[in-house]
C-alpha cells in the first residue's frame, strides 16, 4: 500500500515539475528546448529532464550518509 502511494506521489510530481519545465520555457526563462510538444501534448524532453534530476537527487540521497555529504558540492 506505501509503495502504491508513493508511486503515485512521484509520478504526480513528475507531472507538475515538467509542466513547470515547460510553461518556463515557453515563456523564455528557461531554455526553449524543454518547451516543444508531442503529437499527444506531453512536453517530452521537459519529462525526461525531471525525471532525470530525480534521478541523481535520489542518487545522491541514497549514497550519501547525511544530506551535507549529498549536496556539499553545491
Not at 3 to 29: E, K, L, P, Q
Request: hydrophobic content about 55%.
Amino acid at each position: 500500500m506505501a509503495s502504491g502511494v508513493a508511486f503515485g506521489t512521484a509520478m504526480a510530481g513528475t507531472y507538475a515539475a515538467s509542466r513547470m519545465f515547460y510553461s518556463m520555457a515557453d515563456d523564455g526563462i528557461l531554455p526553449r528546448r524543454l518547451a516543444p510538444l508531442d503529437r499527444n501534448q506531453v512536453p517530452r524532453v521537459a519529462v525526461i529532464s525531471v525525471s532525470s534530476v530525480a534521478v541523481v537527487v535520489v542518487l545522491a540521497w541514497t549514497f550519501a550518509t547525511n544530506i551535507v555529504d549529498a549536496f556539499g558540492a553545491i
